[in-house]
């Protein structure tokens, strides 16, 4: 288990064996996707709050449609969704939007490397968590 801190540097050959350095975004555009949409719809609100541009598909379909779009400038996606559709639109957001930083909002700090996201927030720890991921991840915050 990790959580992405620690030393950065790495001889060449164990590069690839290492997470790369984490991904900065340059606006506040948010994309924001989980399976029980009031609580996303909640959380949109308090990003709002506190300055972010938050869209918040109500589907599967219309979540793909807008990574294809690539109109945000970063991705989080919530532990209510099933690990498939994780992993699913994780690649989606990798392929169309490789700059944008990948938030997972998780139950645990356990390491997935399937998905590797930039940051993972523990749903339990608030919104003040989110928020603080955001701005870790994003430049104008």
């Given amino acids: ?5 620690g030393s950065t540097r790495s001889s060449p050959g164990s590069r690839s064996k290492r997470r ?5 975004a340059q606006g506040n555009r948010v ?9 996303a719809l909640y959380r949109a609100e ?5 300055g972010f541009a938050v869209s918040t598909p109500d589907t ?3 979540a793909v ?10 991705a989080v996606l919530t532990y ?33 490397r399937e998905i590797n996201p930039d940051e993972i927030v523990i749903a339990d720890e608030g919104p003040a968590a989110l928020i603080a991921a955001l701005r ?3 430049r104008t915050n």
């Fill in 1 to 5: 288990m990790g959580n992405g801190k």
């Fill in 20 to 24: 790369p350095m984490p991904r900065k």
């Fill in 31 to 39: 994309f924001l996707f989980g399976r029980l949409r009031e609580l």
């Fill in 46 to 50: 308090v990003l709002r709050s506190e």
């Fill in 60 to 62: 599967k379909e219309e």
């Fill in 65 to 74: 449609a807008a990574i294809r779009r690539g109109s945000f400038d970063v």
């Fill in 80 to 112: 209510t969704l099933s690990s498939d559709t994780v992993q699913e639109l994780a690649e989606l957001i990798r392929e169309y939007c490789p700059d944008a930083p990948l938030i997972a909002i998780s139950t645990s700090r356990k390491e997935d």
């Fill in 136 to 138: 870790r991840a994003t």
